[in-house]
């Protein structure tokens, strides 16, 4: 109820929030699959795999905070690691990309694995 | 920069509507002269972008300003290529074509008599309606242009630029109350919109500052006119017009504070006491101080603000200051 | 920004290839030595894991496309209202270029400033009067 009515006082822009989560989201699935053909130039097999594309796509979060939020949302005043910002959710922000791009980078993963190994 | 022909130039100053509209020719030029209407035309021209219309409704309205009919009327002939003559906007564009052709009163009733006629054949036409106003109003029929107006809000009441153009015109005609109960309609519409907030803000003030307003009212007016200013500038940070409003309403508040406050027994918005008052005003003058320092030293992220917002800023500022050494 | 974000996406994109190139050769060379050398000895065929040059070939090519790819990203907009509005008011145009330096197409300003423009609602003759004084004035000065 009180959540209501802070949204009523300092509403939500969607246009930004959505342009927002449409940029972070492309950046996401172009990169999952950029894992996709690393990971099967360099022959990973199953868990490895996995593990590989977690700590990549982790890392995509990182850098991506570090170059587009971190700069303008530090300055105004936000805490580090903080992405209130320009998202809603912060555990959304981290993780999300996980299950986002998981298609693709399988998609490519089997793809080039099997051009390289066979 | 030369200003982008997506916006509407009503609003530009002189000199940048004469930049846009000498860029007519060039757009006239660059695009392709016919939008064809049968289906396998449309297969092999270029994609049409809804952009390229907006661009022709725009350099309409910046060439009829500057003078350039020769060009407003290409413009419009595209327009009609593309979406017939018998389009709302289309009609409406030709009638401001005629509109500013006209040279005499008897070509202004004529026009005049022609949207009556459109009117009368279709009365939910909402562009030409809207014509039909505004030619009231530049004819100096204001109560007249006022009561086609409530009409056509009869009909069509979420329309809120047209509550605005009524707030606008009970204002001309000097009905505070009236044109403040038009603008909170707008709110009503669009509750986010700050630059509404502030106008309504200033309407507030305008009504308490007018002669003829009484005790009671010259309060409640003001106090509304605080808490429209303050809720602008919640609504959007570093707002230059709210924070100049604030200041001044909050002077004003100051200024007759001697004066015994008569409390309203309507429940309405109670003013706060001297000390938040005071303390809302030295924040404007701070952010004011802030932006004005800003905007004329051309920072980088600071030059969004019109020139003559900020000299108006910085004549508001030197005002108080001296009128603070003699107290 | 965008001329060296891309051109560090293409240097990324040819190391990978050349990564790829060589990790395929590399399998393609173990396949013919298992099947030539199985005459020869009777070694088991084991597969050899990729060699360490290649492996970081891999690793840091992706990493530097990784880099481009978010160096191409179009910049965030805030999305708390008075922060989105207030950026609009103090930076205009400037807040809202894509990383290409050019205004962007859907930025219209302030949306409501359709509220006090009205251009449904314009008086056409007086704004034509006003720019003819305008004119007048201006041609004044620079005659003076």
């Known amino acids: 109820m009180s959540s209501e009515i802070e949204l009523q006082i300092a509403p939500i822009v969607q246009e930004s929030l959505m342009h927002n989560s449409r940029t972070f989201q492309n950046l996401q699935s172009l990169t999952a699959s950029l894992f996709g053909v690393s990971a099967g130039i360099l022959g ?75 | 920069m030369a200003p982008s022909v997506f916006r509407s130039p009503v609003q530009l100053p002189p000199a940048e509507a004469l930049e846009l509209s000498k860029q007519a020719p060039a757009i006239l030029r ?167 907030h502030a106008r309504l803000g200033e309407l507030q003030y305008m009504a308490a500052t007018a ?106 500022l030197s005002e108080d200051s001296s009128s603070g050494i003699v107290r | 920004m965008t001329f060296i974000s891309k051109a560090i996406t293409a240097v990324g994109g040819i190391l990978l290839a050349h990564a790829c190139y060589s990790a395929q050769e590399h399998s393609a060379l173990q396949s013919f030595r298992a099947t030539s050398g199985a005459a020869l000895t009777s070694a088991p065929t084991t597969a050899v894991s990729l060699p360490l040059d290649i492996v970081l070939e891999t690793i840091v090519s992706t990493f530097i496309i990784l880099l481009g790819l978010v160096l191409v990203t179009r910049p965030l907009r805030p999305i708390q209202w008075r922060e989105w509005a207030g950026k609009i008011e103090r930076e205009g145009e400037e807040g809202f270029k894509d990383s290409n330096g050019e205004v962007n197409k859907d930025y219209i300003g302030n949306p409501f400033a359709i509220f006090e423009s009205r251009p449904n609602f314009v008086d056409i003759r007086k704004q034509r009067k006003e720019f003819a004084q305008w004119v007048k004035k201006e041609g004044g000065q620079k005659a003076q």
């Open chain 1, 44 to 118: 990973l097999e199953s868990y490895s795999g996995f593990l590989f594309y977690i700590i990549f796509s982790l890392l995509t979060s990182v850098l991506f905070y570090i170059i587009r939020v971190a700069p303008t949302s530090i300055s105004s005043g936000k805490k580090p690691l903080d992405t209130s910002r320009y998202f809603l959710g912060a555990v959304d922000f981290w993780t999300g990309g996980l299950m986002n791009g998981l298609a693709g980078f399988i998609l490519t993963w089997t793809l080039f694995y099997g051009l390289v190994s066979a």
């Open chain 2, 30 to 196: 660059s695009s392709a002269n016919t939008a064809s209407t049968s289906a396998i035309g449309a297969i092999f021209s270029a994609p049409e972008k809804p952009e390229e219309w907006i661009t022709y409704e725009n350099l309409i309205l910046s060439s009829l300003r500057t003078g350039d009919d020769k060009a407003a009327n290409q413009c419009l002939a595209r327009l009609v290529a593309r979406f017939g003559e018998n389009n709302e906007r289309v009609m409406a564009l030709r009638g401001l074509i005629k509109e500013a052709e006209a040279q005499n009163d008897g070509e202004l009733e004529k026009i005049l008599k022609e949207y009556d006629q459109i009117l009368s054949e279709n009365d939910t036409n909402i562009p030409i309606a809207k014509r039909r106003v505004a030619l009231l109003r530049s004819m100096g029929r204001l109560s007249d242009a006022a009561s086609t107006l409530v009409q056509l809000l009869d009909f069509s009441p979420t329309d809120a630029e047209a509550w605005s153009e009524l707030s606008d015109l009970y204002l001309a005609q000097g009905l505070y109350p009236q044109a403040i109960y038009a603008e909170e309609e707008v709110l009503v519409l669009a509750p986010n919109a700050w630059n509404v």
């Open chain 2, 211 to 316: 002669s003829g307003a009484d005790g009671g009212s010259y309060q409640k007016h003001l106090a509304e006119a605080l808490k429209r200013f303050s809720r602008s500038i919640e609504l959007c940070d570093d707002y230059l017009r709210g924070y100049y409003g604030l200041k001044l309403v909050t002077g004003t508040i100051l200024k007759d504070s001697g004066k015994p406050a008569k409390l309203t027994d309507e429940g309405d918005f109670v003013l706060p006491d001297t000390k938040t008052i005071e303390r809302l005003n030295e924040l404007a003058t701070a952010k004011l101080a802030e932006i004005v320092r800003h905007s004329t030293a051309q920072d980088r992220g600071w030059r969004g603000y019109s020139a003559a917002e900020v000299a108006a800023a910085r004549e508001l």
